[in-house]
């Protein structure tokens, strides 16, 4: 199992993953990513700007995320405190196949997340999650990730945290 960056050409693949995941995250009655958004063009900017990563395992693709090292502008107006102001990664739009349902590959992403931020000399990686996203609240818990306060996203509130790589 390997993290490597996407290619444009598994853009139809990646997009039936996240559409994989918004259909549970609805099924689970989470508000997040109703409204549109992720969408198929955000996948295609995410890779065309280098941010776009897969999880791939003998050809399948298990798992995708946005892995930015850069700055996350609505991270500047945290109602809390990082616990860093150091250079971070920023993971958004993390998804699952169903094919990995149940082996874990949400956590192994984020440890080969962790790995690569490393990797660069990063030792801070910033997420955001809905309140509701029960999934995602259970790997940042798992994996030590601090709760740090609420950052705001087309006009709502996201539970902000940060991990501290040593």
């Not at 853009?11 to 993953?17: F, L, Q, T």
């Not at 295609?44 to 946005?66: F, H, K, M, Q, T």
């Not at 930015?68 to 945290?78: K, L, R, T, V």
Request: net charge negative; glycine share 6%; charged share 25%.
């Amino acid at each position: 199992m390997i993290l490597r960056k996407a290619d444009i050409s598994e853009v139809p693949v990646i997009w039936d993953i996240l559409q994989q995941a918004i259909a549970q995250r609805k099924e689970d009655g989470s508000k997040q990513w109703q409204d549109g958004y992720p969408n198929e063009q955000t996948v295609r900017d995410d890779i065309e700007n280098g941010y776009g990563y897969v999880v791939a395992d003998n050809n399948s693709i298990l798992a995708y995320a946005a892995v930015i090292f850069d700055i996350e502008p609505a991270y500047q107006d945290i109602e809390g405190k990082w616990l860093t102001d150091a250079d971070y990664v920023v993971v958004h739009r993390v998804a699952t196949s169903g094919l990995a349902k149940g082996r874990g590959i949400a956590t192994k992403l984020f440890e080969m997340i962790e790995t690569l931020s490393m990797e660069h000399n990063v030792y801070s990686i910033k997420v955001d999650t809905n309140f509701d996203n029960v999934p995602m609240l259970r790997i940042l818990d798992k994996l030590n990730y601090t709760y740090c306060g609420e950052v705001y996203f087309r006009g709502a509130a996201r539970r902000a945290y940060e991990k501290v790589l040593g």
